[in-house]
């Protein structure tokens, strides 16, 4: 693990390849896993707010389900999470005519249309957060969905640290994410 003020970053954040190829993994995230996407619970008021907006692009399914648990759900391990369709599919992805899944979210925050990009836990996939008493741990999640991700992030040679830039900023700051970058460059010149 790797220090830096009050975050243990994962030898793998720094050491593993990783780009999004969403024409490869049509956005399997979206759709797999054991529950829905896990959620601050300082989200669930944005998510609260900016519902009607993107309301209109969720499916039937999707409003049923939202009408039946709400905006979100309890997981088994008291964690709050995005309402699932079925077990499968967040109820906040929409499809497109090539059946990719994409965050209702991100589309209205990148028509400008909201303040809210997404869920933090996806803007920053494949990092997951996991708070501990005195620091919180940034770990690299392996998901055999995401095998393009990690092809097309070796042929770039972005790190999943690189990669997720943006989420970290937004995350923790950009001061954070400076000095972590610095971390990263020193990290590769003393590896073998």
């Known amino acids: 693990m790797i220090l830096l003020e009050q975050t243990l970053l994962s030898e793998e954040v720094f050491d593993e390849h ?6 490869a993994c049509k956005g399997a995230c979206c759709v797999e896993g054991e529950s829905g996407a896990p959620l ?16 209109p692009l969720l499916s039937a399914e999707a409003l049923a ?9 309890v997981d ?10 079925g ?30 990009p ?6 920053l996939y494949p990092i997951r957060l996991r708070t501990l008493p005195d620091y919180v741990a940034l770990n690299y999640h392996h998901w055999p969905i995401c095998d393009a991700a990690r092809t097309c992030g070796a042929a770039h040679k ?15 700051g950009a001061a ?6 610095d971390a990263l460059a020193v990290w590769r010149t003393e590896r073998p």
């Open 76 to 85: 088994d391990e008291g964690d709050f999470v995005t309402p699932t369709v």
């Open 158 to 172: 972005v790190s999943v640290l690189e990669f997720c830039r943006t989420a970290l900023e937004r995350r923790f």
């Open 118 to 123: 997404k869920p933090i836990s996806c803007h």
């Open 65 to 73: 389900e939202i009408e039946r648990t709400g905006f979100f759900e």
């Open 40 to 55: 601050e619970e300082g989200e669930i008021a944005k998510i609260e707010e900016v519902f009607d907006v993107v309301r």
């Open 176 to 181: 954070w994410y400076r000095d972590a970058a």
């Open 87 to 116: 077990g499968r599919a967040c109820v906040y992805a929409t499809f497109d005519a090539n059946g990719t899944a994409k965050c209702a979210f991100e589309r209205v925050w990148r028509e400008g249309k909201s303040d809210f």
């Open 18 to 23: 990783f780009v999004c190829d969403l024409a």
